[in-house]
Nanobody
């Protein structure tokens, strides 16, 4: 069982930056592929970024490519999402997700592939 707790959300002006974190419980964090999703009101939950075991393999949605960076610190059981050049359309609740995998570097891109979810953190970008 993995418990995920997001933090670091808040209100930021367009063009600003924010780093959100996701802390995981348990001793098996390093065995998990991780993802950040977001959901705006009335919209589906979409993948923003994903990172495989080891951190060497990452994926970004086209809408955030070049602006967001996903990273992980297995010693701290934490995954991060650095968000730069934020836009009002980035406003959403951001969720981190985890799934255990035996494959080093494997990326998971669909919400249905993840087993564990955090409670979400609100990110609001004002224009």
């Amino acid at each position: 069982q993995v418990q995920l707790v997001e933090s670091g959300g808040g209100l930021v002006q367009a063009g600003g930056s924010l780093r959100i974190s996701c802390a995981a419980s348990g001793r098996t964090f390093s065995r998990n592929a991780m993802g950040w999703f977001r959901q705006a009101p009335g919209k589906e939950r979409d993948l923003v970024a994903a990172i495989g075991r080891g951190g060497g393999n990452t994926y970004y949605a086209d809408s955030v490519k070049g602006r967001f960076t996903i990273s992980r610190d297995d010693a701290k059981n934490t995954v991060y999402l650095q968000m730069n050049s934020l836009k009002p359309e980035d406003t959403a609740v951001y969720y981190c997700a985890a799934v255990q995998t035996t494959v080093w570097g494997l990326l998971k891109k669909r919400a249905s592939e993840y087993d564990y979810w955090g409670q979400g953190t609100q990110v609001t970008v004002s224009s």
